[in-house]
């Protein structure tokens, strides 16, 4: 990382639900001599020039007259751009390499849950049968990636080297060795029609909102399964589970909700061929959030451009 030469200091707003970013105000201070870190809505917060944010308070970031630089601590901005007041201030997100080796992890161990049939398997451990299934080359498996950004690429590319037989869909067209590409809506249905394993991996915004519905779904063919790791408003929960209990749907390893923590009682917990993950596919670590936080603040004070700026239009 390109290490900016600190012109003056900064302040900084913490903009999370209480507690979760409190780590990140030693490293922070570590990082930028001078630095005064406070957490909304303590009242020089709303003073601060940059704000780092998770899920902020709808409204907060418009109070804050003296902003500068809004951060997300994650690679996703839904989370900041659902709310219209945002202002008008350059917005960043966090680029590591680490979240895509830790996504592509998780994207080939849910190919390989029901490539390998562990579902199956799991279940009928749970209830003391010993059954065996036949066996496909990974090749006779089609796994299908919504979303070739820097995470679903690598995924992409880590699938078609195991030997799976991966195509990919994308808004705008993209091309790479091994792996068959499909771009733009009208290629979604077709995409989906040869896919025996759907992975999302898109953006949330609002053309992603509620994407895998009923209509979708159905395109998948019978006995296909979800990997759901971007976000969940991606799916119409209610639709997904109606094609897993009509069998059309074989399972689903969903990662990612609308709310979260998924309440306890939420019957998807009990959902048979549902696996719930908390959350856990890819998760940067403080010490990466802060030093990216910390280098775009640097730049920010130098004038030098700022690293991994979001195209609001996009969304990304």
Not at 45 to 59: F, H, M, S, T
Not at 175 to 181: D, E, K, L, M, S
Not at 200 to 229: D, E, Q, V, Y
């Amino acid at each position: 990382m390109i290490q900016g030469q600190m012109q003056g200091v900064i302040s900084v707003a913490l903009l999370s639900r209480p507690g979760l970013m409190d780590s990140m105000k030693a490293l922070l201070a570590r990082e930028l001599p001078g630095v005064t870190v406070s957490s909304w809505p303590e009242a020089a917060a709303r003073d601060a020039e940059l704000a780092v944010c998770w899920k902020p308070e709808p409204g907060a970031l418009a109070a804050m007259p003296k902003l500068k630089l809004i951060h997300a601590i994650a690679a996703g901005v839904d989370n900041i751009l659902s709310d219209p007041t945002v202002p008008d201030v350059p917005l960043c997100r966090i680029v590591d390499p680490g979240i895509t080796a830790a996504m592509t992890e998780f994207v080939l161990w849910g190919a390989l849950y029901f490539h390998r049939d562990f579902d199956r398997v799991i279940s009928n451990a749970r209830e003391g049968r010993w059954q065996r299934y036949d066996q496909r080359a990974a090749k006779d498996v089609r796994v299908g990636i919504l979303g070739l950004g820097e995470l679903g690429t690598d995924a992409a590319r880590r699938l078609a080297e195991l030997g799976f037989t991966v195509s990919a869909w994308s808004r705008s067209p993209k091309q790479f060795a091994g792996v068959r590409t499909f771009s733009g809506a009208a290629a979604l249905d077709a995409f989906l029609s040869e896919t025996d394993i759907l992975v999302s991996l898109l953006p949330l915004t609002p053309s992603t909102l509620g994407l895998l519905n009923t209509a979708r779904l159905s395109r998948l063919p019978k006995g296909a399964a979800l990997i759901l790791c971007s976000r969940g408003e991606h799916v119409v929960m209610d639709d997904l589970v109606a094609l897993l209990r009509s069998g059309h749907l074989r399972g689903a390893v969903l990662d990612v909700f609308e709310r979260e923590p998924l309440p306890a009682e939420h019957p998807l917990w009990r959902e048979p061929g549902v696996l719930v993950t908390p959350h856990m596919a890819a998760i940067a670590s403080w010490e990466a959030i802060t030093l990216q936080v910390a280098e775009n603040a640097r730049r920010l004070l130098s004038g030098q451009p700022l690293l991994n700026v979001v195209d609001r239009a996009r969304g990304y």
